[in-house]
């Protein structure tokens, strides 16, 4: 078992100096970086100063490992935009789109999984294909349609929720946050929705074909010859089965909700890291596009890395055989 | 429930199942009449789509939708059960009638380990604590034969071998102490080194509580060697019912001596796909199933009356058999 979790550990290193690669190719193939710095009208002195200050010189592969030393120890250098060290531009949006990925997710996968399971277990019901129906609509629409229609619903015309920013915001470890307070609790409500709505449609298709697929196996059935109440055999039986091989599926869709966040931050003007992308492409900004690169792959590395570990917490077929096996 | 000792354990009446399709109505289970008594153990054979597993289903209210019970009635000890609903059925399932399964390789829930599967049985049905579930649950253990069961009952069904996994299935379906069993080929996925002793192990728990049993087979020799009384399905139809050796040694049926013709000698047991195929043509299948006697097309004793009505139950010696052979009074 710990073979395997060295091995899942190292693969998800590989995929992060890959990511890393990539990011730091933007460097050489985006722009001159050196005339980003230093405008048109430098001399070729100040250029090589530059160069070697900046080690553009060195061959690509010293480059690449002082770029990866530098990005493991939170280094990317200098936002070209506003001259701040990028580390501190990102910690102070990064909070921001955590929480928001956080209860999109947490929305996604609550409402996903409960979706799923009633419509499984009531196939044929009007509610359930009700919103088997709509959930379609929720798969085909583009998320910024969705976050538009939600504020010209809920924030223009029923004036219940703000359709932009994040509120009144507290402090919550160390950091500003919308949970403290009501106003910022009401803020994340509509991009949590819409940033989540994807995924929690996804989610719940997901878990009501799984859940169908259990439903009909033959400890199921037994289950019920058993005497078993419905309820213990839907949750207690049926449940947990469905979810083992919808978790990595969950957790992936889940680590996407940050990337996806995206669109939800300029739609709602969330502060995040997500409008900072924007912002750093719209400005060719490439030390911070670079970091967000890697900083979006190294959470999908860690989600997945998480996915795999649940596994063997949830999975006994998975975990060492006991000693007393009689096979 | 009733005590009523006069009554038989299960008895069956005329039981009629029929599932609606876009092609018609299908009749699997079509007018089935029998009953199994205390500590006896019928045996139920048939071809492949005779209607057995659907005959227990109908018992245990356990029918898939669309299938359903048209007509006919079904009595527990003096207790009808087939119009209960189904807070009624369930309480009938574990506690009164227990059930296996063809393959214990998937009955077991494979993500919960057998003492709690076991133990969740026990406490549904008995109200009883989570202690004495689980000690009800190692007794259970014992009781059939898994070796060092205190130190297996937490153990998951993956860790147990196909014969081991059935015990803990014979377990999980005796354990609320049901008085009437059906196995629905309990031995058909294992090995053949295995199935007789798991066949004793059931036989040997029923005699011993005087649980009546109900065990659907393919296999005549199972049928020899482990049951009481034996019924014949054909084509949704009980073709002959009686002692199991009355019925194999002088079938009274035309259908059933084909079948006991067919019964593989021990050296011929070894391969495997010899069934019961041996009379000539097939069964029909639920769409084209003839008119009068199912059985007719491939009858060598065909009589124009087979063709046009379907024959009711006549003594046979000591059996009964739904053929017009043993009309006495069309002989007479
Ligand atoms: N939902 C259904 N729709 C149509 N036909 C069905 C359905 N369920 C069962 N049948 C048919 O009912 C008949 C009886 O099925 P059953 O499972 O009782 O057979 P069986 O005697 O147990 O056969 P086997 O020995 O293969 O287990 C079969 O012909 C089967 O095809
Ligand atoms: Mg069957």
Redesign the pocket.
């Known amino acids: 078992m710990l073979a395997y979790v060295i091995r899942r550990v190292a693969q998800g290193a590989l995929v992060l100096a890959i990511v890393g690669f990539v990011s730091f190719s933007m460097f050489r193939f985006m722009g001159d970086p050196l005339e980003n710095i230093l405008g048109q009208e430098a001399t070729v002195l100040d250029r090589q100063e530059l160069e070697d200050r900046l080690g553009i010189n060195k061959p690509v592969l010293v480059q690449y490992f002082k770029f990866m030393a530098g990005a493991l120890q939170g280094e990317f250098g200098v936002s070209y935009r506003n001259a701040i060290p990028v580390a501190e531009v990102i910690a102070e949006r990064l909070p921001a789109t955590l929480e928001l990925a956080l209860v999109s997710g947490i929305f996604a996968a609550l409402f996903g999984i409960a979706l799923g399971v009633y419509t499984a277990i009531r196939r044929d019901g009007f509610l359930a294909n009700f919103i088997m129906t709509t959930s379609l609509i929720g798969v085909s629409l583009p998320t910024f349609l969705i976050g538009i229609l939600l504020i010209w619903v809920f924030a223009v015309e029923l004036g219940w929720l703000p359709s932009f920013g994040r509120g009144e915001t507290g402090t919550m470890f160390g950091r500003p946050s919308s949970l403290t307070s009501w106003s910022g609790i009401r803020a994340l409500i509509l991009p949590s929705v819409t940033l989540g709505l994807y995924q929690m449609t996804l989610i719940m298709r997901l878990v009501r074909s799984e859940m169908l697929e259990v439903l009909r196996t033959d400890y199921i059935r037994f289950a019920h010859a058993r005497g078993l109440s419905s309820r213990a055999i839907h949750f207690r039986h049926a449940l947990t089965n469905t979810l083992i091989p919808v978790i990595t599926i969950i957790g992936l869709q889940v680590g996407q909700i940050i990337a996806f966040a995206v669109v939800t931050e300029t739609v709602f003007q969330w502060p995040g890291v997500g409008s900072l992308f924007i912002q750093a492409v719209q400005f060719v900004d490439i030390p911070v596009m670079a970091a967000y690169l890697l900083l979006v792959g190294s959470l999908f590395v860690v989600i997945n890395l998480i996915v795999d570990l649940l596994y063997l917490v949830i999975d006994p077929r998975l975990r060492v055989e006991r000693g007393a096996g009689a096979h | 429930m009733s005590d009523n000792t006069a009554q038989p354990l299960l008895r069956v009446r005329d039981l009629v199942v029929e599932i609606p399709t876009r092609r018609g109505l299908l009749r699997p289970v079509n007018g089935v009449s029998f009953d199994v008594e205390r500590g006896e153990i019928l045996g139920v054979v048939g071809e ?1 789509g005779a209607g ?3 005959t ?1 289903a109908a018992i245990i209210g356990l029918l898939d939708s669309p299938s359903r019970i048209a007509s006919g009635e079904v009595w527990l000890d003096g207790e009808r059960i087939d119009n209960l609903d189904n807070e009624g059925l369930r309480k009938v399932r574990g506690r009164q009638i227990g059930t296996i399964f ?1 393959d214990p390789l998937t009955s077991l829930n494979p993500l919960l380990p057998i003492g709690d599967q076991l133990a969740e049985t026990a406490m549904v049905h008995l109200s009883i604590s989570r202690a004495e579930a689980r000690e009800r649950a190692l007794a259970a253990l014992v009781e059939v034969g898994i070796p060092a069961a205190a130190q297996r009952i937490d153990a998951y069904a993956h860790e147990f071998s196909g014969g081991m996994r059935q015990r803990v299935v014979i377990a999980l379906a005796l354990i609320a102490e049901p008085r009437f069993v059906i196995a ?2 309990p031995t058909t996925a294992l090995d053949v080194s295995v199935q007789a002793q798991i066949l004793s192990l059931l036989r040997s728990l029923c005699v011993k509580r005087n649980t009546g049993v109900m065990l ?1 087979t393919h296999d005549m020799g199972v049928i020899a060697e482990t049951t009481d009384r034996v019924a014949v399905l054909y084509a949704g139809r009980l073709a002959e019912i009686g002692p199991t050796r009355d019925v194999v040694e002088s079938p009274g049926h035309p259908y059933s001596r084909g079948l006991m013709a067919a019964t593989p000698s021990p050296s011929e047991l070894a391969d495997k796909d010899l069934r019961l195929n041996q009379i000539p043509g097939s069964m029909p299948g639920l769409l084209d199933v003839p008119a009068g006697c199912a059985f007719h097309p491939r009858c060598e004793f065909v009589k124009d009356r087979c063709r046009n009505a379907v024959p009711t139950s006549y003594p046979s010696g000591n059996s009964h058999s739904a053929c017009f052979l043993h009309d006495a009074e069309a002989l007479s």
């Open positions: 492949s057995k597993s659907i227990g063809q629905d080929e659907i």
